[in-house]
């Protein structure tokens, strides 16, 4: 069964430094969302891409957080320089287009640990 | 503002059990729901949703609820099974993204 791959699964960085998440969604599916989790939270998006595109970083913190997704298959998620509270499950996920957009399909996620 | 809530944290449950968890909406726009479910290190994985034109949809042990009038949708599983113990959010498609709830953690007792 195609899966979303995410890498790497846990990171451990101190603040200020610089991080990078990686993410490959199921293939052909056009639209991919990045989310950050808080421990004892649901999921809150934080950019969406249509292909190449973005179409919703209204809760990207763009001061410190940037995302592409170049050729419109993987993407890849920084954060630089890192914060304390930047602490959390990085998940992302993709879909297809139209009706099934409403089921969205999770990689495994990263887990940043700021020290 | 939270316009999904998940106001139970935790349930538990002995196998065999039906699992209630529970899910309020403030939005009365919305029109679609969604339930997750989480293991700890992994991704939430879709297990079933619903339609606002319907109140009831159904798939193996597991049934949601919508009761439009109070907001409020409801997940059941029955009868309930160890492996089921994970986190379970709710969730609602606004504007081309999903909001989701804070998640209730289920455990299910052999």
Redesign the interface.
């Known amino acids: 069964e195609a899966e979303v791959a995410q890498s790497p699964r846990y990171k451990i960085t101190e603040k200020s430094q610089a991080v990078a998440f990686w993410c490959d969604p199921i293939s052909g599916h056009a639209t991919l969302y990045w989310y950050r989790q808080i421990l004892g939270q649901g999921p809150e998006l934080l950019v969406q891409f249509q292909d190449e595109s973005v179409v919703d970083d209204s809760q990207l913190p763009k001061d410190r957080f940037s995302a592409e997704r170049l050729k419109g298959v993987d993407s890849t998620l920084k954060i630089q320089p890192a914060e304390l509270g930047d602490s959390a499950m990085y998940l992302c996920a993709s879909s297809l287009d139209g009706q099934a957009w409403y089921e969205q399909y999770f990689g495994p996620g990263t887990r940043l640990t700021v020290t | 503002d939270q316009q999904?809530k998940?106001n139970s944290?935790s349930l538990s449950v002995q196998e065999g059990r039906i699992s209630i968890l529970n899910c309020d909406y403030t939005n009365s726009m919305f029109d679609?729901f969604?339930w997750?479910k989480k293991y700890p290190?992994?991704?939430?994985?879709?297990l079933i949703?619903i339609s606002s034109i319907k109140d009831k949809n159904e798939d193996g042990r597991f049934t949601v609820f919508l009761n439009k009038s109070a907001k409020h949708l409801s997940l059941h599983i029955v009868p309930s099974q160890p492996g089921d113990s994970a986190v379970y959010?709710c969730?609602a498609?606004q504007?081309?993204?999903?909001i989701?709830?804070?998640?209730t953690e289920l455990s299910v007792k052999p």
């Open positions: 999904v998940q944290p679609y969604l997750y290190a992994e991704g939430p994985t879709f949703s959010f969730a498609p504007g081309g993204k999903l989701f709830g804070q998640g």
